[in-house]
């Protein structure tokens, strides 16, 4: 059994991450990202998917990332599904 870094709890099913040559043991993946997600530097949240890195600061959308100042981001490229996006939404006003 081990330990884990951010609870303490003595579990049996600790597992160990290894991230830019240190070693962390954890309990469960919520104390795993509680301690090495980073955070968005916008709206503070914890980064749990790819998000965006933009000139060496982390966001966790590219909404966050405009709100601070960086172009160019998308959370998603369109293609043909964003004309259906639009027709729907004009068919909804």
Same mark, same amino acid.
């Given at each position: 059994?081990?330990?884990?870094?951010?609870?303490?709890?003595?579990?049996?099913?600790?597992?160990?991450?290894?991230?830019?040559?240190?070693?962390?043991?954890?309990?469960? #993946?919520? !104390? *795993?990202?509680?301690?090495?997600?980073?955070?968005? +530097?916008?709206?503070?949240?914890? &980064?749990? /998917?790819?998000?965006?890195?933009?000139?060496?600061?982390? #966001?966790? !959308? *590219?909404?966050?990332?405009?709100?601070?100042?960086? +172009?160019?981001?998308?959370?998603? &490229?369109? /293609?043909?599904?964003?004309?259906?996006?639009?027709?729907?939404?004009?068919?909804?006003?």
């Amino acid at each position: 059994m081990a330990q884990c870094e951010v609870c303490g709890n003595d579990y049996y099913l600790s597992f160990e991450v290894v991230t830019a040559g240190n070693r962390h043991v954890f309990d469960c #993946f919520e !104390c *795993a990202i509680h301690k090495l997600a980073p955070v968005c +530097s916008h709206c503070g949240c914890k &980064i749990i /998917g790819h998000g965006i890195e933009a000139k060496e600061t982390f #966001f966790c !959308c *590219a909404n966050c990332a405009r709100q601070s100042g960086v +172009s160019g981001v998308e959370d998603h &490229i369109w /293609g043909k599904e964003k004309e259906t996006a639009e027709e729907l939404a004009k068919q909804q006003n």
